[in-house]
């Protein structure tokens, strides 16, 4: 896992997740779950 600076600055402005399982590959286009930052914080 990336454990670099970048990292944690790339979070820094990021508005949310996406929820990927491990070892599963995207294809472009492809739904994905996305989980907004302002639910996690409330």
Same mark, same amino acid.
């Given at each position: 896992?990336?454990?670099?600076? !970048? !990292? +944690?600055?790339? =979070?820094?402005? =990021?508005? !949310? %997740? $996406?929820? $990927?399982?491990?070892?599963?590959? %995207?294809?472009?286009?492809? !739904?994905? =779950?996305?989980?907004? %930052?302002?639910? +996690? +914080?409330?």
């Amino acid at each position: 896992p990336n454990q670099s600076s !970048g !990292g +944690l600055r790339s =979070a820094s402005w =990021a508005e !949310g %997740l $996406v929820e $990927v399982r491990e070892g599963r590959t %995207l294809v472009e286009g492809e !739904g994905v =779950a996305f989980i907004p %930052l302002s639910e +996690l +914080l409330d």
